[in-house]
């Protein structure tokens, strides 16, 4: 995050309604993207998987809010310990903040600032569900997230962007999560389908996104959400690195989106919206770290290199036979490793830090840096999210049976579905006449 807890002015600051309503908003808006997710994988998977696609994002709303307040902002932002974890007793239970009490260096109250990464630790679990559609209980899914956040998230937030974390004092840029959500939730998935597999008839049956409006609505809603989630990171508005930002984050959407669909095109002959859609959300995932470091020619370059190879790394999944269901690691471990390297050669040393990237005279040394906190927090990431789906599945299973995964996990873990057609019939004169509607039964046949 930008130096989200830096070094405290020569002055102490006063608190600023402005920034303090600035990053209220700028909170509300990262909400959004928890919600917005859960559109935008709900659309993309079968019919009978909808629901539980939609609440398997919901549900971390729930429980991450609950763990953040007990003792999560303590752990990510509290007092250094060995550079690994943070501890504050004040912190716990939100409960020894006072209500005007700034965060160290800002004009803001600590309460506006937990609140913010809050919705930052919400949504990056939410991010792993769209790995492991189909499959997966609902109740050791609501373990894993407890567990993950505790083990993995809070820990690695702390190193990113907390003060004394290893990663942070080392130099590392990340403005938004390009390590701390994006990285790190990719890694996650990848770790925890080595450990649960593949669904029923991966490779073989159709597994075509069954609502392309509702993805499209999915992913105007992140990208609406975005710009609070990477403008929001400077934590203020009053220097104009926050507006680089903003800036920056709808450049590289666009670049992002429409490389994208140009690979498409020549490679499959067709301009999709499923491919613009998963553009987008590429490009919002390679600026998030690099976009307080970049020009807006550099985030255009960012924007359609992640485009490009994301679009072809979806593809990996049939290559080496790991079923990531809806890209998560094709999108968003692939381009926030991108996005967070990239700054080793774009940053031009002039928007929120004096940090030269190759291509502006700052030789390699930034580079090495942010790979070294690309990979440390994949490995790290990747290793404790496998033990702790191994774990969770060898003690009360991970996955759902194979008839209920085929017959469909919503009614099986939600007991609902999420299309009703019972009433979509005509009147008494054509339901005596007319073949009953094919809509549920084909639904089990098509999407099945």
């Known amino acids: 995050m930008a130096p989200a807890i830096t070094t405290l002015a020569a002055d102490a600051p006063e608190l600023s309604a402005a920034n303090t309503?600035?990053?209220?908003?700028?909170?509300?808006?990262?909400?959004?993207?928890?919600?917005?997710?859960?559109?935008?994988?709900?659309?993309?998977?079968?019919?009978?998987?909808?629901?539980?696609?939609?609440?398997?994002?919901?549900?971390?709303?729930?429980?991450?809010?609950?763990?953040?307040?007990?003792?999560?902002?303590?752990?990510?932002?509290?007092?250094?310990?060995?550079?690994?974890?943070?501890?504050?007793?004040?912190?716990?239970?939100?409960?020894?903040?006072?209500?005007?009490?700034?965060?160290?260096?800002?004009?803001?109250?600590?309460?506006?600032?937990?609140?913010?990464?809050?919705?930052?630790?919400?949504?990056?679990?939410?991010?792993?569900?769209?790995?492991?559609?189909?499959?997966?209980?609902?109740?050791?899914?609501?373990?894993?997230?407890?567990?993950?956040?505790?083990?993995?998230?809070?820990?690695?937030?702390?190193?990113?962007?907390?003060a004394g974390g290893w990663l942070f004092e080392m130099g590392v840029i990340d403005f938004a999560g390009g390590t701390a959500v994006h990285i790190n939730a990719g890694a996650a998935a990848l770790g925890v389908i080595l450990v649960i597999g593949k669904r029923v008839g991966f490779k073989k049956d159709p597994m075509r996104p069954h609502s392309l409006p509702l993805v499209m609505l999915g992913a105007g809603l992140l990208w609406f959400g975005w710009f609070g989630f990477n403008a929001g990171s400077w934590l203020g508005n009053d220097d104009g690195v926050g507006a680089v930002m903003f800036v920056n984050t709808q450049v590289a959407t666009a670049a992002a989106m429409l490389a994208w669909l140009a690979y498409e095109k020549i490679r499959h002959g067709a301009f999709t919206t499923l491919g613009a859609a998963s553009g987008a959300v590429a490009g919002l995932v390679a600026i998030t770290p690099s976009g307080g470091a970049v020009s807006p020619l550099g985030a255009i370059a960012i924007g359609v290199i992640a485009g490009l190879l994301c679009a072809m790394a979806v593809g990996l999944k049939y290559k080496f036979g790991y079923d990531d269901s809806l890209d998560v690691i094709g999108v968003h471990l692939v381009g926030g490793v991108l996005g967070s390297l990239l700054v080793g050669l774009f940053a031009t040393g002039g928007v929120q830090s004096d940090v030269k990237g190759l291509f502006y005279g700052g030789g390699l040394e930034q580079l090495g840096k942010q790979a070294i906190g690309v990979f440390a927090v994949l490995a790290y990431s990747l290793i404790a999210s496998a033990i702790l789906a191994l774990v969770i599945d060898k003690t009360m299973g991970m996955r759902v049976s194979e008839d209920d995964e085929v017959s469909g996990i919503d009614q099986v873990e939600h007991a609902e579905t999420a299309y009703d057609f019972s009433g979509a019939g005509g009147g008494a004169s054509s339901r005596s006449t007319a073949a009953p509607a094919p809509a549920v039964t084909e639904n089990k046949k098509v999407d099945a």
């Open 21 to 162: 309503g600035f990053m209220l908003i700028c909170s509300a808006l990262v909400m959004l993207m928890t919600p917005a997710l859960a559109f935008f994988y709900g659309g993309m998977v079968r019919v009978k998987s909808t629901l539980n696609m939609l609440m398997m994002s919901f549900i971390s709303l729930g429980i991450v809010t609950i763990l953040w307040v007990l003792f999560g902002f303590s752990l990510a932002f509290g007092t250094d310990i060995g550079s690994i974890i943070g501890w504050s007793s004040d912190y716990v239970g939100l409960s020894g903040i006072g209500v005007t009490e700034l965060w160290d260096g800002y004009t803001i109250p600590v309460y506006v600032f937990a609140v913010f990464q809050l919705m930052f630790a919400i949504l990056t679990p939410a991010l792993i569900s769209g790995a492991l559609a189909d499959r997966v209980k609902f109740t050791a899914w609501a373990l894993f997230i407890t567990l993950w956040v505790t083990v993995v998230y809070f820990p690695v937030a702390h190193w990113v962007w907390g």
